[in-house]
């Protein structure tokens, strides 16, 4: 699963000179719903166990950070 809108999102701004960037894992927002079991009821490669769990996640977080420059937070 890949978000090209996110990585779009990260770029526009890296190009407007945004000097950091926050991803929102917060209650109520699509990544917080893939970390919980109980809102996770997937049966793929990103639901059941905990690793499956972080995936989606892990993977968007390390597509944002190879487009937003190393030396930005």
Wanted: hydrophobic share 40%; aromatic share 12%; net charge negative.
């Amino acid at each position: 699963m890949k978000s090209r809108s996110a990585t779009q999102a990260a770029a526009w701004a890296r190009d407007a000179d945004f000097d950091l960037l926050q991803l929102h894992f917060g209650h109520g927002y699509l990544l917080a719903s893939f970390l919980s079991p109980l809102t996770n009821q997937r049966q793929d490669d990103y639901g059941d166990s905990l690793e499956n769990r972080l995936r989606f996640p892990l993977e968007l977080f390390d597509a944002v950070r190879a487009v937003w420059p190393a030396d930005r937070p």
